[in-house]
């Protein structure tokens, strides 16, 4: 639930609605937020060393942004 938009929320609630123990929630809580973290660290990272200025990266961030999301639509429409 955690890459999904407003996930964090609704997957809380809905443990708590699905009587799902605090601690088996808070391990799997933990693992998400760790995976979360990971990858936009790596992007950051990947993006910060791909370009040499900030600006330079914004403007390689942008058609790389707009390429993944329409390859998402794209995958979205062929399923």
């Known amino acids: 639930m955690r890459f999904l ?3 964090r929320a609704s997957g ?3 443990a708590g ?3 799902i123990p605090a601690a088996r ?3 799997a809580a933990v693992l998400a937020e ?3 973290t990971g990858l936009y660290v790596s992007i950051g990272y990947g993006g910060g060393s791909a370009a040499p200025h900030p600006f330079a990266a914004v403007w390689l961030a942008l ?3 707009c390429a993944v ?3 998402g639509l794209l995958l979205r429409r062929s399923a």
């Open 17 to 19: 609605l699905s009587d």
């Open 12 to 14: 809380a609630a809905a």
């Open 5 to 7: 938009p407003g996930g």
């Open 69 to 71: 999301g329409f390859a």
């Open 63 to 65: 058609p790389v942004g």
């Open 25 to 27: 929630y808070a391990a």
């Open 34 to 36: 760790a995976a979360w």
